[in-house]
């Protein structure tokens, strides 16, 4: 199955401090990808993988689960971990179930992940549809999409128009495991939350600072943008927030270009 045109994973080869990047559910890369190259382009070594299910049809996704997109944000932080070295230092951030993800991995990786940024994490079931989806699954295929949440005009994101129903079906067990664990985390984490959001509300952010409690936790918003900040009006920001968060929580700043 061919992929969409910019859901290709994006990698590049830097110093030793690295940035593993996920996306969002229904998502591609290319939400990312200026994210992506902004880090790249200040010498860091950067991982944008495409999680399994995506960037071709949502009926390819139907067949994956939340395990599966933990198990290949797990892989590619553990191949950046090692391309980065034993002295090198390696961040997580995400956007939307990425941000799960990221805090996913922290949890599972406290020694390997030093850090962590997340755009409008996804932790909570917000939606209705969501606790029907374990039986809407067996008689509803696919329900509308959700992507290209942009305030900027002319903005576009790469994701499916359709949320296949068995996929969406696995999100809760993901966010409970994720929740009860958030305790454990102890990296730093830099949060970012839309308040115009039209996919994730508010109760997530509220749980992470809630239940989180052995992190140092900043939150910063995204007045002039909605879902997708990384392609709204205040990707800018987030992109020199984060490196800046690198900088301040990396040893010495190595690796890293002023």
Same mark, same amino acid.
């Given at each position: 199955?061919? &992929? %969409?045109? =910019?859901?290709?994973?994006?990698?590049?080869?830097?110093?030793? @401090? $690295? #940035?593993?990047?996920?996306?969002?559910?229904?998502g591609t890369p290319q939400s990312l990808r200026p994210w992506a190259e902004h880090a790249a382009?200040? =010498?860091?070594?950067?991982?944008?993988? !495409? !999680?399994?299910?995506?960037?071709?049809?949502?009926?390819?996704?139907?067949?994956?689960t939340s395990d599966d997109w933990v198990a290949a944000a797990e892989s590619a932080l553990l191949?950046?971990?090692?391309?980065?070295?034993?002295?090198?230092? @390696?961040? #997580?951030? $995400? &956007?939307?179930?990425? $941000?799960?993800?990221?805090?996913?991995?922290?949890?599972?990786?406290?020694?390997?992940?030093? $850090?962590?940024?997340?755009?409008?994490?996804?932790?909570?079931?917000?939606?209705?549809? %969501?606790?029907? +989806?374990?039986? !809407?699954?067996? #008689?509803?295929?696919?329900?509308?999409? /959700?992507?290209?949440?942009?305030?900027?005009? =002319? +903005?576009?994101?790469?994701?499916?128009?359709?949320?296949?129903?068995?996929?969406? +079906?696995?999100?809760?067990?993901?966010?409970?495991?994720?929740?009860?664990?958030?305790?454990? /985390?102890?990296?730093?984490?830099?949060?970012?939350?839309?308040?115009?959001?039209?996919?994730? =509300?508010?109760?997530?952010?509220?749980?992470?600072?809630?239940? *989180?409690?052995?992190?140092?936790?900043? /939150?910063?918003?995204?007045?002039?943008?909605?879902?997708?900040?990384?392609?709204?009006?205040? *990707?800018?920001?987030?992109?020199?927030?984060? &490196?800046?968060?690198?900088?301040?929580?990396?040893?010495?700043?190595?690796? &890293?270009?002023?």
């Open positions: 199955m061919s &992929l %969409l045109a =910019g859901a290709e994973p994006y990698r590049h080869s830097g110093g030793s @401090v $690295g #940035v593993l990047l996920c996306h969002g559910f229904t382009q200040a =010498g860091l070594s950067v991982e944008l993988p !495409l !999680l399994p299910g995506h960037g071709t049809t949502w009926r390819d996704m139907a067949a994956t191949e950046l971990a090692a391309a980065c070295g034993p002295e090198g230092t @390696v961040f #997580v951030m $995400g &956007l939307s179930l990425g $941000g799960c993800l990221a805090l996913r991995l922290a949890q599972l990786h406290p020694e390997t992940v030093a $850090g962590l940024v997340v755009v409008n994490p996804s932790l909570a079931m917000e939606n209705r549809f %969501l606790r029907l +989806a374990p039986l !809407l699954k067996h #008689v509803l295929p696919a329900v509308r999409g /959700v992507a290209s949440d942009i305030k900027r005009e =002319g +903005a576009h994101e790469v994701g499916y128009d359709r949320i296949p129903v068995a996929a969406a +079906a696995t999100l809760p067990k993901l966010w409970r495991t994720t929740r009860r664990a958030l305790p454990s /985390v102890t990296a730093p984490i830099l949060a970012y939350r839309s308040p115009q959001d039209h996919v994730v =509300g508010p109760a997530s952010l509220r749980i992470l600072t809630r239940e *989180a409690v052995n992190a140092r936790i900043t /939150v910063r918003s995204c007045d002039d943008s909605y879902h997708v900040a990384t392609l709204d009006n205040d *990707a800018t920001a987030i992109f020199d927030g984060s &490196l800046a968060f690198v900088r301040e929580h990396s040893r010495s700043g190595e690796g &890293l270009d002023a």
